[in-house]
């Protein structure tokens, strides 16, 4: 017999389901996230990553199974939890200052609010500005901020009302590769400050080594995970490590598996084959001359 867990999962899924009609994105999918964790979900497309995303933001009903987060049923979007898109959804009429202190004004989060907590909230709207380095934009707005300066918005937006998981779906999916490896590095410096609990899909296996503890591989149709692999990296992290054993050798396992999940080697195979029956069959006819009696 086993002894009984005395530190329960931040967030647990235990046979979850989701069903579009007649088609399966989640299978029986069951998961541990633990308090302060930094997980990263990856996989070849359709195997359902942003679907386990937002069925833990409660923005997806789950089909069947049960999720928590903290021990209390997930049935919906509360406050504890909070969500970075791709796309970076400001609201174009208001500045840098006053979207990040938006959440301020829903109704989730409101409570009677006296001096003291007005100016905490002030206080924490621009501690905020300057950990993202946009304190020289608080009055600016978004169109005249470039991609990576607006998603630093929505970051610091997400972390206004202290969640205590951040759920990110491919957040740096438009950056150039310059702008994301600095995002990397602000998203690991605020988890280290905040000790907030991260979920952090992405497509890139490079980043989903490199920010995660732990790589959850999903693998498609139907959606479901396929391995969990612990990332054998120091908790400080820095860019030089992407070219460590370690690392490299994490990435060719997960690449391979990927490749193998997604029926991509059956497809390269076939694709070998047609090539080389191409290299025959295609082969131009000969040349027909007339003949004269």
Same mark, same amino acid.
């Given at each position: ?114 001096? &003291?907590?007005?100016? !905490?909230?002030? =206080? ?6 300057? $950990?993202?380095? %946009?304190?020289?934009?608080? @009055? ?115 690449? &391979?598996?990927?490749? !193998?999940?997604? =029926? ?6 076939? $694709?070998?084959? %047609?090539?080389?029956?191409? @290299? ?14």
């Amino acid at each position: 017999m086993t002894s009984p867990d005395l530190t329960p999962s931040k967030l647990q899924a235990r046979g979850v389901w989701k069903t579009f009609g007649a088609a399966v994105a989640l299978q029986d999918v069951n998961l541990d996230i633990a308090e302060n964790a930094f997980i990263t979900l990856v996989g070849a497309s359709g195997c359902g990553k942003s679907t386990l995303l937002r069925t833990l933001a409660g923005l997806e009903a789950r089909s069947a199974g049960t999720l928590t987060c903290n021990g209390a049923s997930i049935e919906g979007p509360g406050p504890e939890r909070a969500m970075v898109f791709q796309h970076y959804s400001l609201y174009p009429w208001m500045t840098v200052l006053e979207n990040i202190k938006f959440c301020r004004r829903l109704a989730v989060h409101r409570q009677p609010h006296d001096s &003291a907590s007005v100016e !905490a909230a002030a =206080g924490r709207a621009d501690a905020l500005l300057r $950990l993202m380095g %946009l304190a020289h934009v608080a @009055s600016h707005y978004p169109s005249q901020l470039s991609g990576g300066m607006q998603q630093r918005v929505a970051i610091a937006r997400a972390l206004m009302s202290r969640p205590q998981v951040l759920l990110m779906d491919e957040p740096f999916g438009a950056l150039d590769a310059q702008t994301r490896e600095v995002m990397h590095d602000l998203i690991l410096h605020v988890h280290r400050l905040e000790r907030s609990t991260i979920v952090f899909v992405t497509h890139d296996v490079d980043e989903a080594i490199y920010l995660g503890q732990q790589v959850v591989l999903m693998a498609p149709r139907p959606g479901r995970i396929h391995q969990i692999h612990s990332v054998p990296l120091p908790a400080q992290r820095e860019q030089d490590m992407k070219l460590s054993p370690d690392f490299l050798g994490l990435k060719r396992e997960l690449l &391979a598996q990927i490749r !193998a999940t997604s =029926g991509m080697e059956t497809d390269f195979d076939l $694709l070998a084959k %047609l090539s080389r029956a191409g @290299s025959i069959d295609l082969a131009p006819e000969p040349t027909a001359h007339p003949t004269h009696g």
